[in-house]
């Protein structure tokens, strides 16, 4: 049964590894605007605080908050390539699942997390490109494991609150919130985190409550390291009243059913949704501790249904949570006879072995309708149309879309400047609303543009 229980583990990583193992989608989009940023600030020694690669909104200003990630990237790329950081997001994905299991309760480690992993795996997969938010995961685990391991000590998940070795991971997390709060937008959620964490202890355990607002208060107060100080400790509040242009990923599930937009990543998080609510059932009637779990599992699944670019840190949110509802029910007398339990175990490591198949041959990448294809591929993006104007010496203004901008940035930065790039808050509201939307619904406004 061990050595059953170890293959299940390793071939569920492998499903893990193998789903986070795609082509490089964003080239077109973000990894080239990173790498050129993340030079930018390497060579100077500052975060520029304008938009800066733009000859329309030069001078606008632009709190970047995920300037350390793109020096990371920057430096990366120079080592290992752009194959090395498809290689680096996958093992900071695998880290952060690590975490995940490491957090739980032995009691939560086996069947519990192993039904909880699949559905979350499966919705994460939309949100695996090399970006900044890998780390935001790497991050969110870590609080998630110093949280759940400060609650749910061992040996027991019936320990106090804080009890023995469990409380250490907590001191570690303002140290984490300054890199977090450096590296990605949602740096926020680490504090949300340690606000439902502060009420859980109010409720359950007072006297913790003091330890528990101490790492609270810290934790927010390193937000405000970073080079934008107050600006760049909002950033993540403010940042979308200053979108002037609507992009999918910003979208709430209602609104892209509703204008029959069927992305097959919905469907898994509403399958998700079913599981996790499946899970609060079964806590509710065998437990009652547990306002930490279900005010962190009402949070992120309404940020999940409001943005699908949500979908990422509510997939690694609905992995532990589960797994610790569904470990207040331990079926002993159905699992009592060895026979059913290896071939339950069995069952589960076909079906993660099937999906792991699935990976590979890009079968489910189709049935998902995405363009992930397994591997280390990076797509040419716009390579030929830069060579073209390379080669024929052809100079600015650029006239490009939205979608190009990032790789025209990487490629053409700073002999060229763009038109516009995919960081709606770079730009201005009235340059979307009086400029590029109009541009693109009235021929002569086109016209106009393109002559200039």
């Known amino acids: 049964m061990r050595l059953l229980r170890w293959i299940i583990l390793i071939v569920f990583f492998v499903l893990v590894a193998v789903m986070a193992t795609h082509s490089l989608n964003s080239i077109n989009q973000d990894i080239g605007r990173h ?18 690669f733009s000859f329309t909104e030069p001078n606008h200003p632009f709190i970047n908050h995920h300037w350390l990630s793109e020096v990371v990237f920057y430096l990366l790329n120079g080592l290992i390539g752009l194959k090395g950081l498809i290689i680096f997001k996958t093992a900071v994905i695998l880290a952060a699942f ?33 970006r900044p938010e890998i780390f935001s995961y790497l991050f969110l685990s870590y609080f998630l494991f ?10 027991s998940p019936t320990a106090s609150y804080g009890a023995g070795p469990g409380q250490r991971w907590l001191y570690a997390l303002p140290i984490v919130q300054i ?36 790492i609270f208060i810290a934790s927010c107060f390193v937000t405000l390291i970073n080079p934008n100080f107050i600006g760049g400790a909002l950033a993540p509040f403010n940042i979308l009243k200053r979108y002037g242009y609507s992009i999918v990923e910003n979208q709430s599930i209602f609104f892209l059913t509703d204008r029959g937009v069927q992305l097959r990543d919905i469907y898994m998080f509403e ?38 670019r949500n979908i990422g840190p509510y997939a690694l949110v609905f992995l532990p949570i589960t797994a610790l509802n569904f470990s207040a029910y331990q079926p002993k007398q159905i699992l009592a006879k060895r026979s059913v339990r290896i ?11 099937f999906l792991v198949k699935g990976v590979v041959n890009d079968g489910l990448y189709h049935w998902m309708g995405r363009p992930d294809r397994f591997g280390l591929s990076i797509p040419v993006g716009a390579e030929a149309a830069v060579n073209f104007v390379k080669e024929n010496k052809i100079h600015g203004p650029v006239f490009n879309n939205f979608d190009v901008g990032s790789f025209l940035i990487w490629k053409l ?18 340059f979307f609303e009086k400029i590029y939307k109009p541009m693109q619904e009235d021929p002569e406004l086109w016209r106009k543009y393109s002559k200039e």
């Not at 071939?343 to 072995?353: D, K, M, R, T």
């Open 146 to 155: 110093a949280i759940i391991r400060a609650k749910y000590p061992e040996p």
């Open 271 to 308: 399958l998700s949704l079913i599981v996790l609510i499946i899970s609060f059932i079964i806590a509710f009637k065998n437990r009652k501790k547990i306002a930490f779990e279900f005010l962190v599992a009402v949070f992120f699944t309404i940020l999940a249904g409001k943005m699908i």
């Open 35 to 52: 790498l050129k940023s993340g030079q930018i600030i390497w060579e100077t020694g500052r975060v520029y605080k304008t938009n800066l």
């Open 98 to 130: 690590l975490l995940l299991l490491k957090s739980l309760p032995k009691t939560a480690r086996h069947w519990p997390f192993l039904l909880a992993g699949i559905p979350a795996v499966l919705v994460l997969s939309s949100r695996t490109d090399v």
């Open 179 to 214: 890199f977090w709060t450096n590296m990605h937008i949602y740096f926020a959620l680490g504090p949300v985190l340690l606000l439902f964490f502060l009420i859980d202890c109010g409720i359950h355990r007072r006297e913790q409550i003091r330890f528990a607002l101490k």
């Open 343 to 353: 071939f339950l175990l069995s069952v589960y490591v076909i079906a993660a072995a």
């Open 413 to 430: 930065y700073p002999e060229e400047k763009v038109f516009v790039d995919g960081r709606p808050e770079a730009y201005s509201v009235d």
